[in-house]
């Protein structure tokens, strides 16, 4: 078993910045791509931003030059660096791993969610 915590959450007025963490532990032998999913109220849940285990990343278009994935492959974690934060931005972030466990089978987990509230 694989959990996933997401902290770093909370709110925020526009133009402020916000860091979020994400600690994988568990029955993990490797982690490859990390990242980070957000879903709004009554919107469908959205890619962020992604990091491989090399390092690549990918970041939706609406925040790119504003958020940050950077890993920590010894610690497990992942973040999410979030600048000149807009009201929509407002959402629940998702963390999400895709681990191969110490019983070789390959898993796509996601964490509980952590708020991110932007008022303007």
């Known amino acids: 078993q694989v959990q996933l915590v997401e902290s770093g959450g909370g709110l925020v007025q526009a133009g402020g910045s916000l860091r979020l963490s994400c600690v994988a532990s568990?029955?993990?032998?490797?982690?490859?791509?990390m990242g980070w999913y957000r879903q709004a109220p009554r919107k469908q849940r959205e890619l962020v931003a992604s990091?491989?285990?090399?390092?690549?990343?990918n970041y939706a278009d609406s925040v790119k030059g504003r958020f940050t994935i950077s890993r920590d492959n010894a610690k497990n974690m992942v973040y999410l660096q979030m600048n000149s934060l807009k009201p929509e931005d407002t959402a629940v972030y998702y963390c999400?791993?895709?681990?191969?466990?110490?019983?070789?089978?390959?898993?796509?987990?996601w964490g509980q969610g952590t708020q991110v509230t932007v008022s303007s």
């Open positions: 568990g029955s993990i032998f490797t982690i490859y791509d």
């Open positions: 999400n791993a895709l681990v191969m466990t110490t019983t070789f089978r390959k898993i796509d987990y």
């Open positions: 990091i491989t285990s090399g390092g690549s990343t």
